[in-house]
């Protein structure tokens, strides 16, 4: 255990996949969501390949047990990822920052709706004073008073709420998928599968991407792998609820990205939003980790 380690590669990966999600609404405009998609995942596979080889796992780190784990993995992470691109190109990028954030906390709701785990008082209380954040981000978009707000600004709020909930159902199936299959083979599946699916928006408006744009795309695939490998990394070196927290830094990183690149403010009250999300999740990643000591204290492990 290295915990500077993992705090380093998560910040790291935060990072990476900020700017990845910066360069999809840059290229939104001009290329659909489907299409990006397909972009992220097919040069996200390579990275993914030599990163196993590099381990020398490339011949174990991708068997499988139970294939059809994957395919329903990657129908709704697909879904996941698709709705979330395509309400990005329509929102400030800080505002669907911060709604991708209720994401964790659907899962904890869905955690004990399909896993039967037990939420208890805290976590309840937790998810749902985050859900009223979510609220307050969304309430410009659903009053549709303000002369400000567009109907594809209130689509674009919708796709990446739907986004989130396909994110937290594809958190269940990995935590399944996970007691039996390598975290190599989740992640490269995901990418194979995502890639196939993706294709099956290519008669709903493709596009022929200028070189600059082309180069973008690619680039996007590749960073979001090395994400990937940096996210997993990370938990390799240091507790996941040490590293856990580090996810809401992407807010300050969203809040300058759209403020220098895409000239876009953040409203106060979307600030507010934003922080009763993030102090709820922090508040149930705090109570995770306590809750874990206290276990190992009375079971005796070291720590």
Known sequence: M????????????????????????????????????????????????????????????????????????????????????????????????????AMPLLTVIFAGMFLAEQVR????????????????????????????????????????????????????????????ERTAAVVFWFSVTATVLSLVTLPFGWVVPDLSTFALLVACGIIGGVAQIMLTSAYRYADASLVAPFDYGSMLMALAIGWFVFGEGASPRMLVGAAVIIAAGVAIIWRERQLGISRARRAGTPR
């Open 2 to 101: 290295s915990p500077i380690t993992g705090i380093l590669l998560k910040l790291g990966s935060v990072f990476l996949f900020t700017v990845m999600a910066a360069i999809l609404k840059a290229t939104a405009a001009t290329v659909p969501a489907g299409e990006q998609m397909f972009f992220r995942s097919l040069f996200a596979i390579p990275v993914i390949l030599a990163w196993l080889w590099s381990r020398g796992e490339l011949a174990t780190g991708l068997r499988t047990t139970d294939p059809m784990s994957h395919v329903y993995r990657g129908i709704v992470g697909s879904l996941a990822m698709g709705t979330s691109f395509a309400g990005l190109g329509l929102l400030p990028f800080p505002e669907a920052t911060a709604l991708g954030y």
């Open 121 to 180: 008082g805290f976590r309840m209380s937790m998810v749902a004073i985050g859900l009223v954040g979510v609220l307050i981000v969304l309430s410009p978009r659903l009053s549709m008073q303000a002369s400000s707000v567009t109907i594809g600004e209130t689509l674009g709020a919708i796709l990446t709420l739907t986004g989130a909930a396909f994110g937290a159902l594809a958190q269940i199936f990995i935590s399944r998928m996970i007691q039996t």
